[in-house]
Every structure is written in C-alpha cells, then in structure tokens.
C-alpha cells in the first residue's frame, strides 16, 4: 500500500484523479519555514552599522576596532557556508539550520554583557560569524536544489529576498532601541528574532522530500530503475537534467561521510575549473560592496555628514524593500536569460550608484539620494540567482557546497571591505576613497561576469571517485 502525499497524488502513481484536488506540495511548506529562518538570523545584518557609532561614544572604540569585529564575522560567515551545505547532506538541514539559530541568539545575547573589545570581537565576531555563516545563501540553494525540480531560480530568489526581509524587519527596531533605552536593548530583540523562528524548524522544515514521500516539486515520476536511483540518493541534490545534468559530478555522500573532507574534495575539483574562479571573484567584490561597504559603513558615513542615524537606517531599510523586489525578479530572470549577462549588468549599474554616492550623501535625504538607495536595493543580492545558477549548471551535484566556497569569496571580499573602509575613515576622516575604490572593481567584476564561457559546463573534468 502506497501512502498519498501531500500533493493528493499516491505516491509512485502517475498524476491526480481528475475529481481530486491536488494540495500544495510540501516543497512550498519547506521553503516558506526557510524564508522565515533566513528572515529570523538576517537581523544581526543590520545591527553593525546602527550600534557601531553607540559603541564608539560608550566605550571609545575606533572604527578600526569595530571594523575588525565584523570583519571576522564576515570571514567566518564565509568560511563556514561550503562546510555548512556538506553538514546538511551530513546530518539533515533541519539540525544544522536549528543550531545556527541557537548560535546566533548565543551571541547576540552575550553582547550586553561586553566592555572589552576582545570580547566583542567574540561575541559579533566568532559566535555570531558561525551561525550566519551556517545560514548563509548557501542555505537557500541547498533548499532549491534539494525540494525543487523546476523553478529554482525563482526558489533561490525569494528565500534569499529572506535576508532582506530580515534587514526591513529589524533594521528600525534596532535604530530605535539603540537610541532608546539604548544598544543591549537592540541586541536582545537580534537574540530573540533568531531564537523564535527554532521550534518552527524543527517542526516543519523536512531535511528531503523522501523524508515524506514525494518526489521533489516539478519532478516527472521515474521509471523503476531510475526509482531505486532516487531512492539510494535520498537526501540530497536531484539531478539535473539536459546540459547540466551532462557534467560527471561526484557521488553523492553517504551518512558516514566527512563533512569537511565532502567541502574539501569538491574545492579541488572545482578549483580546476576556470568557471569557479571567474564566479569567486566577481562574488568578492559583490560581497565587498554589500555588506562590507553599504551594510557597515553606509550609517557612520551619513552620520559624518551630519544625517541623523535613524534617518540613515531609514534608507537602509529602504534598501531591504527594494532588495526583496529585485532579488525576486532575479530569480525569474535568472530562469529564462543567460545568467552571466545578468551578473554583468548587476555589477556595472552597482559601480555606477557607488561612483555617484559622495556627491549624494549630506545631512538630509534629497530625491537622488532615494533613487540611490532604490536602484542599489533592486541590485543589492541581485547577483545571487544566476551565480547560483551557474554553479549547478557547472558542477553538477557538487552545485551547492562549490556555491558555499563561491560565497565564501564573497564573505572574505566583504570583510576585507569592511576593514580597509574604517582603516580609510580613520586615517583620512572621510569615506571617499573607499566609495570610489569600490565603484572601480564592480567594473573589473562586470568585465569578469562577462567572460565566463558558454561552454564551461562541456569541460569540466569528471570527477574520481
């Protein structure tokens, strides 16, 4: 006897009765309780920028000293995503999604206690960096590939639009706790956002879609044989079909494999291959001018030119709502153009709104100011998708963790970013420097976006298991 699935299809049966309402496929469930986890651990993504000038008038820290604490966040945030995606094929999403919450909430709440640097370089720095870094967009297009057959730009696109959410959510909030009653105040509600979305996890977020019986959504039903195939690859990436499914990628892991040797195998692999260096580093400079630049510094240097700081938050949150917009539409398109085009036109019209930036910035909003922070919203994780879309196109069943070391390139671009920026402030006492220097590589990564090769995925060397 076969049970039905969530969709009102028996499992291992062709189609629905035509009297029977289908139901909705639990990949939906799974990525609606994704959304809101990545929406409850993007809130310490809009704290730096809001607490860092609190900080600074308490404890008399330089923005060197901050700077280095989410510098360290940025880098663990990326080193730990490609180890994080083997975990989940390791030990369930569900586990390593819970436990990241748990890190977050831990060192959110651990900040009010601080009155040494070193411990917030603990505390924003170590503990938070690893939990975000095990809830990075990795995350995402773990859960894309992994519950979805078709439509997974789109998935990737609305469950990264997660983090923005995250940032409009939060981002008022933590600008008006920190003025009233003060900084702890707004590093409780971080605590408390990542902390609230845990029993949600563990009640609804599935690990695969064998897990409840269903073949992932937009997927035909197999033959026999290629059945016993799904089922001896049970959790973890579907196959892909046409071009890429073509790529030779390695075997899927079994539950006594070494998560960490997993990330490892794959960056030998994928390092031989032109692609990935092309996708790493243009992500270095995606991630450099988002959160490194924009996300750390877009507050103090409003602040510097006399805006108040919850005004500047304002903008970002602003920001966070044109994101979700553009990070969607990303998906879509990422869907029916050629990604690398995308990528390309992302970077250049985002060098464009940081070369304009000093000219804008001053002690009120004025009209170019709003069309600054729409157009860099709309542009702001953009680049997500149709990165995304390349490594599975590439790589095969390898997609995920090798777009974990892609990210990784973007965390430590961002937290190189995020240091030489407060260096520049600090020394110089102003941001220029940084806006143009910024605005100079979106251009090389455009360049970069644009060569990739069409062929890329004919050339990938099959990989030895």
């Not at 990545?38 to 860092?52: D, E, H, N, S």
């Not at 680049?383 to 196109?393: G, L, N």
């Amino acid at each position: 006897m076969t049970a039905p699935d969530l969709t009102g299809t028996p499992a291992g049966t062709k189609g629905a009765p035509s009297g029977k309402r289908r139901r909705l496929h639990p990949a939906w469930i799974v990525a609606a309780v994704a959304f809101l986890a990545l929406v409850g651990a993007a809130g310490f993504r809009a704290a730096p920028g809001v607490l860092m000038v609190p900080l600074q008038q308490e404890f008399g820290w330089s923005t060197t000293v901050l700077s280095l604490a989410v510098s360290i966040n940025l880098v663990l945030f990326g080193l730990t995503a490609p180890f994080a995606a083997a975990l989940m094929e390791r030990f369930g999403i569900r586990k390593v999604t819970s436990l990241a919450l748990c890190l977050i909430g831990l060192g959110s709440a651990l900040t009010v206690f601080v009155n040494q640097s070193w411990q917030i370089l603990l505390t924003w720095g170590v503990l938070i960096g690893l939990g975000t870094g095990s809830m990075a967009l990795v995350f995402a297009a773990t859960i894309a590939n992994t519950w979805f057959a078709k439509n997974r730009g789109l998935v990737i696109g609305i469950l990264t639009a997660g983090s923005a959410a995250g940032q409009l959510v939060f981002l008022p909030f933590i600008a008006a706790l920190a003025q009233n009653p003060g900084w702890r105040g707004a590093s409780l509600l971080i605590a408390a956002g990542a902390l609230a979305v845990v029993p949600l996890v563990l009640r609804w977020l599935r690990n695969s879609p064998a897990d409840v019986g269903v073949l992932p959504y937009g997927a035909e039903e197999p033959n026999a044989e290629a059945a016993d195939a799904v089922a001896a690859d049970a959790g973890t990436t579907p196959p892909l079909s046409g071009a890429a499914g073509a790529v030779v990628a390695s075997p899927a892991t079994s539950d006594s494999a070494n998560a960490a040797v997993r990330a490892l195998q794959v960056l030998k692999r994928a390092s031989k291959v032109r692609t990935f260096w092309a996708l790493a580093a243009g992500f270095a400079i995606c991630g450099a001018t988002t959160n490194g630049l924009i996300g750390t510094h877009f507050i103090p240097s409003a602040h510097d030119h006399g805006m108040p700081e919850t005004t500047a938050a304002g903008l970002l949150a602003v920001v966070g709502i044109f994101d979700i917009v553009g990070t969607i539409a990303s998906g879509w398109l990422t869907d029916r153009f050629n990604p690398k085009v995308l990528l390309a036109v992302y970077y250049q019209f985002r060098g464009i709104g940081l070369l304009v930036l000093p000219l804008l910035l001053g002690s009120s909003v004025e009209p170019s100011m709003i069309i600054f922070v729409v157009v860099y919203g709309l542009d702001w994780v953009a680049t997500v998708p149709p990165t995304a879309a390349i490594c599975r196109s590439v790589f095969g069943a390898d997609g995920s963790v090798v777009f974990g070391w892609v990210f990784a390139a973007h965390q430590l671009g961002a937290a190189a970013a995020a240091l030489a920026a407060g260096f520049i402030r600090d020394a110089t006492g102003h941001y220029n420097y940084a806006w143009l220097g910024a605005a100079a590589m979106c251009t090389v990564a455009a360049v970069i976006s644009a060569t990739i090769r069409k062929d890329a995925a004919k050339k990938v060397p099959a990989a030895v298991a």
